[in-house]
């Protein structure tokens, strides 16, 4: 289980640990996938499988993000300006990949390399509405790229359940070059699959726990169907 936005934390090496934003604009999800670190634990626990957790907020520098994305180091995200990447230069952007972006990665390739077989379980989580657009209807949703090897059991059993709204590459395409599964996954050629839980049904620790719950089953599932 990977989680890359499991924290909002800035570290002190950045700008003294203040981004500049309102405490409010640090607990949304623009600053760390809200409930996300709490269901991978879950699942991790459920399927008894090792996780690994950012402690870095995206606004930091994003670990989900290849080195060469323009959206690696955010200024504007859903209305709220970052004032301490504002006039964020390449060197800065390259102290911070330094310090939190590679270590992150560095600590995933060291874990695939230590086990046998290794699948890769993304868990992110969305906000049901940016400002201005329209509602997410989605509860969860399942991202994937080429390979489909996990990621169509999953939905095939996600589907099944009759309370959900289950998203095929929604709300975000599972296609994103360089990104943390493309890096690690598709470019290694292993198994893999992106679970994103709409973050208004994980805003506590029981829900997390819950969903987790609920997914490590059908996750277990998945990939004892797969052709893995």
């Given at each position: ?8 934390r800035?570290?002190?090496e950045?700008?003294?640990?203040d ?6 604009d640090?607990?949304r999800?623009?600053a760390?996938?809200?409930g ?8 991790a626990e ?6 690994i957790?950012?402690?870095?907020s995206?606004?930091?520098?994003d670990?989900n993000?290849g ?29 911070r ?9 560095r600590g ?6 230590a ?15 940016f ?10 949703g399942?991202?994937y ?12 059993r996600?589907n ?10 929604q ?10 599964l ?6 290694r050629?292993?198994?893999h ?9 994980i ?20 990939l ?5």
């Amino acid at each position: 289980m990977t989680c890359d936005h499991a924290s909002n934390r800035v570290p002190p090496e950045v700008a003294g640990g203040d981004l500049g934003l309102p405490p409010e604009d640090m607990a949304r999800h623009i600053a760390y996938d809200v409930g996300a670190a709490g269901v991978a634990r879950a699942l991790a626990e459920a399927l008894d499988a090792p996780v690994i957790l950012s402690d870095f907020s995206r606004l930091v520098i994003d670990p989900n993000r290849g080195e060469d994305d323009p959206t690696l180091c955010m200024k504007i995200y859903d209305g709220s300006i970052i004032p301490a990447n504002r006039h964020a230069d390449a060197a800065e952007v390259e102290r911070r990949l330094e310090l939190f972006h590679r270590p992150y990665h560095r600590g995933i390739e060291r874990l695939l390399a230590a086990r046998p077989d290794p699948v890769i379980v993304a868990v992110h989580s969305f906000t049901p509405q940016f400002v201005g657009r329209p509602p997410r209807p989605w509860h969860v949703g399942v991202l994937y790229a080429g390979d489909t090897r996990l990621a169509y059991p999953l939905l095939a059993r996600l589907n099944a359940e009759p309370d959900l709204c289950v998203g095929d590459n929604q709300p975000y395409s599972g296609h994103l070059p360089g990104d943390a599964l493309d890096r690690h996954g598709v470019q290694r050629g292993l198994p893999h699959v992106l679970v994103e839980v709409r973050n208004d049904l994980i805003g506590t620790a029981e829900e997390q726990r819950a969903w987790g719950l609920r997914l490590a089953p059908m996750l277990d599932a998945a990939l004892r169907n797969a052709e893995v």
